[in-house]
């Protein structure tokens, strides 16, 4: 199924898991993604905006940062992340992102549950 980025569907959150500031989503698509998949979307974070840290349980949550750079804590080892970077956050682990640059930090954001 094709999706075209015009048709995603924006959301936007603020303090997001206790973060700073608004968080922008948006969704691939919210009704047909697969069972086992419960997101799909690009995320911004503009200057001093952050996605609060949180525990991941019975799922996993892939992030894959497109443009900009940031800070993550990677359950509870702080690492900086820039374009072309991954984090991969398996059930029973944690992490936060933010950013405290100019440019918005973009990331690619996939949750699928585990079995």
Known sequence: MYISG??????????????DGEVILEHVSKNNLPANVRLMAR????????????????????????????????????????????????SGSGHAVSNKNDEPLIIFATIVLSK
Do not use: Q, W
């Open 6 to 19: 015009n048709e995603y569907e924006f959301e936007k959150r603020i303090a997001m898991r206790g973060g």
């Open 43 to 90: 995320i911004t974070l503009n200057k001093n905006c952050s996605i609060g840290y949180h525990v991941h349980e019975n799922e996993t949550e892939i992030f894959h940062f497109i443009s900009g750079s940031g800070t993550v804590d990677d359950n509870g080892t702080i690492r900086e992340v820039s374009s072309g970077d991954s984090l991969i956050t398996p």
